[in-house]
């Protein structure tokens, strides 16, 4: 069976990560992809702009006794208030918390900022992954924004590839894929 896009992007990130990492989770959400990116790396940063999320990542963390996270209230494009070292991978989710309030979702231009800062701290073979979730007021505008931005990245520094079912109804998210090739 064929998997699914978020699937898809851990086995992308997994390829580049080892014990010497240091990632970011920019939409920790229930803490799925902090956990992941925690237990095959050195360092991760895990950004959300609710409290919630925030609890939910830590108990989590705890249960499995990781304590290799920075768990960061405050939004993804502050990233660089935070992170000062190289990143070898990145993990957005972009959209809202699920069964948390819809009406916080992320934002274009903050989630544009946020990608241009991770780009630069990106290593040379560093990936980035964006999930995107577009089937909310909102949605269809940030996801425009994203694509149109990474389209954009100049092709001798990345790769950005998409990874998307084509016959499926509702909105369904697709996952964005992009590896640092060079650094200028």
Do not use: C, W
């Not at 390829?15 to 989770?25: G, Q």
């Not at 990781?66 to 990143?87: A, C, F, Q, T, W």
Request: charge should be negative; proline fraction near 3%; avoid cysteine.
């Amino acid at each position: 069976m064929m998997k699914r896009p978020l699937e898809f992007s851990h086995d992308f990130l997994a390829e580049v990560l080892d014990s010497e990492s240091v990632a970011v989770d920019a939409t920790m959400g229930k803490g799925n992809d902090t956990l992941f990116l925690a237990k095959r790396s050195r360092k991760v940063y895990a950004f959300d702009v609710q409290e919630e999320a925030l609890t939910k990542t830590r108990q989590r963390l705890e249960a499995e006794d990781i304590n290799n996270v920075d768990l960061i209230l405050d939004g993804h494009e502050n990233l660089d208030h935070y992170v000062r070292e190289p990143l070898r991978a990145a993990i957005f989710n972009l959209g809202y918390l699920p069964s948390a309030d819809k009406s916080i979702i992320t934002q274009p231009h903050t989630t544009i900022q946020a990608i241009e800062k991770v780009l630069d701290r990106l290593e040379v073979g560093g990936r980035l992954a964006i999930m995107i979730y577009y089937g909310h007021e909102g949605g269809e505008m940030e996801k425009d924004s994203v694509l149109n931005f990474v389209s954009q990245l100049d092709q001798k520094a990345y790769t950005v590839m998409l990874y998307q079912a084509l016959n499926q109804i509702n909105t369904p998210p697709f996952l964005v894929m992009v590896e640092k090739l060079t650094s200028f």
